[in-house]
DNA sequence: TCATACAGAATTGTATACAGCAATATATGC
DNA sequence: GCATATATTGCTGTATACAATTCTGTATGA
């Protein structure tokens, strides 16, 4: 009747949390005995379980010496975040040729319904699930499973330096607080969906990310001492 | 001293090698027992082979039931060539804007090299390969390994289909027979690149994609037919 | 003819055992 | 004291066993 979900994808589905969250450490090696009496179950499901995490780049795996935890790198983070100014691009481009306007007014309800928390929000966190929601249903528009799947893959892999990131951004809103009047970054990019622009659209989304982008290197740095900082 | 490589490091390249090839017929239920007596190994080593196999796309996984071959539909290969319009065109950004000259020449190189190949070349096989060996030569232009492990991906899951694409186009290059003296797709994004004219480049990138992403439901069709023909 | 129920066979899901390798600690020579 | 060799410990890699589930074929009834 309900889902009859198996050890290895209970295992699996806390793994990935895990190590989202980076709560195994960079480059750290993986005891899978411990992990396994941790977790509740037997080494075989564990490792059938971290099998999957490495095909989808959340740890390594080297012959003889077992998993590790990705490092936390600022190159790779770099690099997932051109890989999603590709995805989401590309989303865009087939939502603007594909999408029903009603599919494009759903999203923008959802965006006035959320857009007001922006500014109110407490956690970090929340915000930051309001904002990859908004961007995967956007993905979802292009109909293209793929790269829906690829943009959950990549949002995944770098949640933790975004995390960090937008508490930069919000450190500094604090000071700068100009941001007010101007039109959220959303907006413009799906008000140029809805008047199917493409060129406007795709310019507003690359510009979006990318200024992302350029905070990584900085964002990278003070992830890498928050996880090796007690939490006070 | 060479590699140490472990039962599963090669039960998995078997695997991926055979679901490329779609050595398991689409949407076929894949059993475990009889997989691992004819390939050497226990059910261990090979289930862990086989979950890496469906976090890549090339497998899928439902409880209970095992392990099956992704199935083979036109939406899934157009919506993978999407994929790779995105991933590629980007990669051309990224090379444009970093790819020493040097190294756009060594590309050259191995373009002039194989480029006479294409008219000759008996194999379709070979020829898929020197094609896929070009773009991901150009794709390590953008320094960016996430691109790479991407296309990767995305190209042997949609090899098969290449494959048969390819034969489809040359069977009507024998009647047609008139591409003789234009440049080549591959040389015309190769200039481009090399003038460090992203426009260009992209959109000769895209336009290349974009013709074989059209024939790709007809190729589908094909692809499936030829699956359950006996090859005489 | 079709649907349903059931029994037996086949297959998957997980635990456990153990061999072999890697890492660490200890001992030895200089 | 330091480097190198050696023993010990611990962990990984794989096979195997068995329980639980699914599948298959057959029989039964409408």
């Known amino acids: 009747m309900s889902k009859a979900s198996s050890s290895v994808d209970r295992v699996y589905d806390r793994l990935r949390q895990m190590a989202a969250n980076f709560e195994f450490k960079p480059d750290e090696r993986i005891n899978e005995s411990a992990l396994s009496t941790k977790l509740g179950a037997s080494r075989t499901p564990l490792r059938e379980a971290l099998n999957r995490l490495v095909a989808e780049g959340f740890l390594t795996f080297q012959n003889g010496r077992g998993f590790f935890c990705r490092s936390l790198s600022p190159k790779?983070?770099?690099?997932?975040?051109?890989?999603?100014?590709?995805?989401?691009?590309?989303?865009?481009?087939?939502?603007i040729a594909r999408a029903s306007d009603e599919e494009i007014r759903a999203v923008l309800d959802y965006l006035n319904e959320t857009e007001p928390h922006y500014k109110t929000c407490e956690s970090t966190m929340e915000l930051l699930e309001m904002d990859e929601d908004f961007h995967i249903k956007l993905a979802l528009l292009s109909g293209n499973s793929e790269l829906v799947s690829m943009l959950r893959n990549i949002n995944d892999r770098i949640r933790y330096v975004r995390l960090v990131d937008l508490k930069m951004i919000l450190a500094k809103k604090q000071i700068a607080k100009n941001e007010g009047a101007k039109l959220s970054a959303h907006r413009i990019v799906l008000n140029a969906l809805a008047a199917r622009d493409e060129d406007a659209a795709v310019l507003a989304m690359r510009n979006h990310i990318e200024r992302r982008r350029e905070e990584a290197t900085e964002a990278v740095r003070i992830?890498?001492?928050?996880?090796?900082?007690?939490?006070?």
Chains 1, 2 share one sequence.
Do not use: H, M, T
Request: a negative charge.
């Open 76 to 95: 790779r983070i770099v690099d997932l975040y051109e890989a999603r100014q590709a995805i989401e691009c590309e989303a865009l481009r087939r939502a």
């Open 223 to 232: 992830a890498y001492s928050q996880l090796y900082v007690p939490a006070e």
